[in-house]
């Protein structure tokens, strides 16, 4: 199983970055998808999540109406679109995937950091 994440790095307030993870190793149209991210010195936070067949997603309050989470079960690939960026949204980005089955799976990236900063 591999979650790869790609898309992190530096940009100023204000911009936009768009992270990918690009699954493989299991049934990527299974499971929910999610983005979480861990701040210097805080715990890890979930930021946005996706069903399994897409629709209806979840988001952090804090990322309402600036991040979009989509997902591409042709290309086993989560995307996380993040626009107007804030110095407190630095973090390092870790996408999850997650089977809620007769025995749960939960696998993690090795995270991409995105750094907001002038």
């Known amino acids: 199983v591999q979650l790869v994440e790609s898309g992190g790095g530096l940009v100023q307030p204000g911009g936009s970055l768009r992270l990918s993870c690009a699954a493989s190793g299991f049934t990527f149209s299974r499971y929910v998808m999610s983005w979480y991210r861990q701040a210097p010195g805080k715990e890890r936070e979930l930021v946005a999540a996706?069903?399994?067949?897409?629709?209806?997603?979840n988001y952090a309050d804090s990322v309402k109406g600036r991040f979009t989470i989509s997902r591409d079960n042709t290309k086993n690939t989560v995307y996380l679109q993040m626009n107007s960026l804030k110095p407190e949204d630095t973090a390092v980005y870790y996408c999850?995937?997650?089977?809620?089955?007769?025995?749960?799976?939960?696998?993690w990236g090795q995270g991409t950091q995105v750094t907001v900063s002038s």
């Open positions: 999850n995937a997650k089977w809620v089955g007769v025995i749960p799976r939960n696998y």
């Open positions: 996706i069903p399994s067949a897409g629709g209806s997603t």
